[in-house]
């Protein structure tokens, strides 16, 4: 069936290092979607890519999606502990649900 | 304004016993959805209905029974409570393909 596949499944940082999440589908996707889900919290919707290719900034988190639209990636630049939490991506099925990755659990050490 | 909202937020209870969890949402959305979270933080769809129609039903024991009875709601309800279904309980919202919107989450354990 269809997947949605994401690396690494942990990541420990020192502040102010770089980290980057990558996230992998078996099939084609009409969009990708990045949340981000605090310790405790729940999924918070961060953004949406659709076209090909496409790369969106939100302050020190890049995302992009790829170009033949079955991959993406989210960077996050100098990260800070305010970055801590769980980042999942995440693309539409072909039965109306969305797949979920199993997400990238951020650690960052002041 | 809180957008999707669950309760409880916190249950404890026996094995064996049945519990609901109620989640309602105040943004115009058509289709609301059940997931289920695990101890690794993998969000499982358990349930979709869009317009108050079943239309995702994954491979959930039938010991969940989901209803809503307008767009705005949907409620779970577990009978018959075992060990493993200690989880994270999240109910969202959206139209279909697009961003969803997630309540708090219910913390269900199992005693």
């Known amino acids: 069936g269809q997947q949605v596949m994401q690396i690494p499944q942990y990541q420990h940082v020192q502040e102010g290092e770089d980290f980057t999440t990558y996230c992998n589908s078996s099939t084609t996707l009409s969009n990708i979607q990045w949340y981000k889900q605090r310790p405790g919290g729940h999924p918070v919707f961060l953004i949406q890519l659709v076209k090909s290719g496409e790369v969106k900034k939100q302050k020190r988190l890049t995302f992009q999606f790829g170009e033949a639209k079955k991959n993406s990636s989210l960077h996050i630049t100098a990260t800070q502990t305010t970055d801590v939490g769980t980042y999942f991506c995440?693309?539409?099925?072909?039965?109306?649900?969305?797949?979920f990755g199993q997400g990238t659990t951020l650690q960052v050490k002041p | 304004d809180t957008a999707v909202s669950q309760t409880p937020k916190y249950l404890v209870t026996q094995m064996g016993n049945d519990k609901s969890i109620k989640c309602e949402q105040n943004?115009?959305?058509?289709?609301m959805y059940w997931y289920k979270q695990d101890s690794k933080k993998f969000l499982k769809i358990m349930f979709s209905?869009?317009?108050?129609?079943?239309?995702i039903n994954e491979t959930v024991p039938n010991r969940f029974s989901p209803k809503s009875p307008d767009k705005a709601h949907l409620n779970l309800h577990i009978n018959s409570l075992e060990l493993g279904d200690s989880a994270v309980y999240f109910c969202?919202?959206?139209?279909?393909?697009?961003?969803?919107?997630f309540g708090d989450g219910t913390r269900l354990s199992i005693l």
């Open positions: 943004l115009g959305h058509d289709t």
């Open positions: 995440a693309g539409p099925g072909n039965t109306g649900k969305l797949i």
């Open positions: 969202a919202s959206g139209q279909i393909n697009q961003p969803q919107h």
């Open positions: 209905y869009n317009n108050k129609e079943l239309i």
